[in-house]
Antibody, heavy 122, light 111 residues
């Protein structure tokens, strides 16, 4: 059964860094682009970043560009989100998600993890 | 990049049909086929219910259908059931610096 399991969330002070991990299993991880999406309390969903199936291309949202970086390790079926210079407004549940298409991006997300909570607070 | 525009809330009675709109621009909804819809229950991860404007993933009820006209995409739920009460989000690829934008979400209440 295909699944994604995020880890690495927690409470962190403003200005600090945090790395989220997402372990994939049950599907051909190296065939799918992967993304990170967050959901802040009382707010809607926000797409953060994408990495191509082979890790050669990455993209990030304006709101986090320069602070967040996505990467993947296909040998370990893991995708990462490195977050730096964290702000209180980055507090949210962070989801790792699979792109629906194989080898290309369809920009639809058919597999979601359960999410990991990041709280940025002094 | 602003979020796509969705009504904040909508309601319907069991058995009825409702339609949720999602309005963007020619840079996103109007310009590309990559419009998706998600259903989210409180405290749960979203679930993909429509991709590429009008396609249903395997296992999603036929009661959910999607369409697009110009810069507005729509999700129609027919034969409303109490289990359909959830939040619904649209998303679209965008040719701006932020490549994927979501709508603000619509809370569906089944009375």
């Amino acid at each position: 059964q295909a699944q994604l399991v995020e880890s690495g969330g927690g409470v962190v002070h403003p200005g600090r860094s945090l790395r989220l991990s997402c372990a994939a299993s049950g599907f051909s991880f190296s065939s799918h682009a992967m993304h990170w999406v967050r959901h802040a309390p009382g707010r809607g969903l926000e797409w953060l970043a994408a990495v191509s199936y082979d890790g050669s291309n990455t993209h990030s949202a304006d709101s986090v560009r320069g602070r967040f970086a996505i990467s993947r390790d296909n040998s370990n079926n893991t995708v990462y989100l490195q977050m730096s210079s964290l702000k209180t407004e980055d507090s949210a549940v962070y989801y790792c998600v699979r792109d629906f298409a194989v080898l290309v991006k369809d920009w639809s997300f058919d597999l979601w993890g359960r999410g990991t909570l990041v709280t940025v607070s002094s | 990049q602003s979020a796509l525009t969705q009504p904040a809330s909508i309601s319907g009675s069991p058995g009825q049909s409702i339609t949720i709109s999602c309005t963007g621009t020619t840079s996103d909804v109007g310009g590309y086929k990559y419009v998706s819809w998600y259903q989210q229950y409180p405290g749960k991860a979203p679930k993909l219910i429509i991709y590429e404007v009008s396609n249903r993933p395997s296992g999603v009820s036929y009661r959910f259908s999607g369409s697009k006209s110009g810069n507005t995409a729509s999700l129609t739920i027919s034969g409303l059931q109490t289990e359909d009460e959830a939040d619904y989000y649209c998303s679209s690829y965008s040719n701006t610096d932020t490549l994927l934008i979501f709508g603000g979400g619509t809370k569906l209440t089944v009375l």
